[in-house]
């Protein structure tokens, strides 16, 4: 079965410190896949998509075949960076799959 | 446009009631999901429509639940009967088929 996977739950880290969240797919076809976010009372929203290969908000994500991995990457973290990251992969039929979700926490 | 519009935003019940949720996609777009986040789970995928038809409704966890789009600017998702494990914030989400899902803000359910 096709899959997403977010092995981190929750990911702590300081102001200024890199950041990394993992995604993981499993897919036999080409994949499109995508980033979304949730930050505190606020609607889930597209933060960025492989296709575009753009920076959005300073985070970056590079698809990695061989790895089968989408990890999102920002190397200064913010603390309005704090939210709910969800990787997600569109199969057939514009069918969106979501991973677990990464809850990122940004210390001052 | 205000977005995607779901109601009710809190609905609290007992075990054995009927819920139905509500949504009105962003006009003009031709896809609409329903999923369902837990903290367990995330965010599953439910069943998504495409011009108003069922495509894909595996996620549906059972009979107990139905969804139904009788029209391209509204959508229903019922729990019959609700059990205390249907507990979670379900979303509606709609798209124009470019990967870009709206989402709304979400119905948090609560079954006692």
């Known amino acids: 079965a096709q899959r997403v996977t977010q092995p981190e739950k929750l990911l702590s880290v300081f102001k200024g410190a890199p950041v990394e969240l993992k995604c993981n797919y499993s897919y036999s076809g080409s994949p499109e896949l995508f980033w979304y976010v949730q930050y505190s009372r606020q609607r889930l929203q597209l933060l960025l998509r492989h296709i575009s290969r753009e920076s959005i908000k300073g985070f970056t994500a590079d698809l990695n075949k061989g790895e089968t991995s989408f990890h999102l990457k920002k190397p200064f973290a913010q603390e309005e960076d704090s939210a709910m990251y969800y990787c997600?992969?569109?199969?057939?039929?514009?069918?969106?799959?979501f991973g677990a979700g990464t809850i990122l926490r940004v210390k001052s | 446009d205000a977005g995607v519009i779901q109601s009710p935003r809190h609905e609290v019940t007992e075990m054995g009631q009927e819920v139905t949720l509500r949504c009105k996609p962003i006009s003009g777009h031709n896809s609409l999901f329903w999923y369902r986040q837990t903290m367990m789970r995330g965010l599953e995928l439910l069943i998504y429509f495409n011009n108003n038809v069922p495509i894909d409704d595996s996620g549906m966890p059972e009979d107990r639940f139905s969804a139904k789009m009788p029209n391209a600017s509204f959508s229903t998702l019922k729990i019959q009967p609700s059990e205390p494990r249907d507990s979670a914030v379900y979303f509606c989400?709609?798209?124009?088929?470019?990967?870009?899902?709206?989402f709304g803000e979400g119905s948090r359910l609560t079954v006692l």
């Open positions: 989400a709609s798209s124009l088929s470019t990967g870009e899902l709206f």
């Open positions: 997600a992969l569109m199969e057939y039929g514009n069918k969106l799959v």
